[in-house]
T-cell receptor
Framework: SQTIHQWPATLVQPVGSPLSLECTVEGTSNPNLYWYRQAAGRGLQLLFYSVGIGQISSEVPQNLSASRPQDRQFILSSKKLLLSDSGFYLC?????????????FGAGTRLSVL | ELKVEQNPLFLSMQEGKNYTIYCNYSTTSDRLYWYRQDPGKSLESLFVLLSNGAVKQEGRLMASLDTKARLSTLHITAAVHDLSATYFCAVENSGGYQKVTFGTGTKLQVIP
């Protein structure tokens, strides 16, 4: 079966510090991978998506970046965090038709920038 | 640019009552999803609707899709407290990237 892992679950970082959030998927190959951010009480905003290794598309200009060094690994990074980067970050994957054509979400990382 | 609008944004209802959440989207789409999110938790997939006239039901929830009207509904029958959560619809673009745009969510509170 397929599983998606995100870590850490919770993170408190000072403004100006770097960030690295990791997401890995097991049990599938060549998934489409996504990073979303959810501000408190709001909907989901797509940040990045990737259709393959090294292929990243950015949806929102910001101080965040994403990388996909391996097929099932997706990393969200920042060199210097801003207060506005606080939120709930969700990684998601989507496979082929055999997986019911839906996005599966990780448990999320709650980031507080102070 | 694909836009997805949900209404209402907040819904407070008594147990046993029926209600409908609406999801409108602005351009043609390949498919539409409904998700549930409990406070502080990730998203749980409820339904995926693939074609015009599609209807899916799970327990007290029923989702339908009208692609001509660009409208999906999530109908709640005889609500119970356990259904309290935030419900999101999400629409996938017509194209090769499987990009999904989420609505703003409907926070449902079922009062015993």
């Amino acid at each position: 079966s397929q599983t998606i892992h995100q870590w850490p679950a919770t993170l408190v970082q000072p403004v100006g510090s770097p960030l690295s959030l990791e997401c890995t998927v097991e049990g599938t190959s060549n998934p489409n991978l996504y990073w979303y951010r959810q501000a408190a009480g709001r909907g989901l905003q797509l940040l990045f998506y990737s259709v393959g290794i090294g292929q990243i598309s950015s949806e929102v200009p910001q101080n965040l970046s994403a990388s996909r060094p391996q097929d099932r690994q997706f990393i969200l990074s920042s060199k210097k965090l801003l207060l506005s980067d606080s939120g709930f970050y969700l990684c998601a994957w989507r496979g082929l038709a055999g997986y019911k054509n839906i996005q599966y979400f990780g448990a999320g990382t709650r980031l507080s920038v102070l | 640019e694909l836009k997805v609008e949900q209404n209402p944004l907040f819904l407070s209802m008594q147990e046993g009552k029926n209600y409908t959440i609406y999801c409108n989207y602005s351009t043609t789409s390949d498919r539409l999803y409904w998700y549930r999110q409990d406070p502080g938790k990730s998203l749980e997939s409820l339904f995926v609707l693939l074609s015009n006239g599609a209807v899916k039901q799970e327990g007290r929830l029923m989702a339908s899709l009208d692609t001509k009207a660009r409208l999906s509904t999530l109908h709640i029958t005889a609500a119970v407290h356990d259904l309290s959560a935030t419900y999101f619809c999400a629409v996938e673009n017509s194209g090769g990237y499987q990009k999904v745009t989420f609505g703003t969510g409907t926070k449902l509170q079922v009062i015993p």
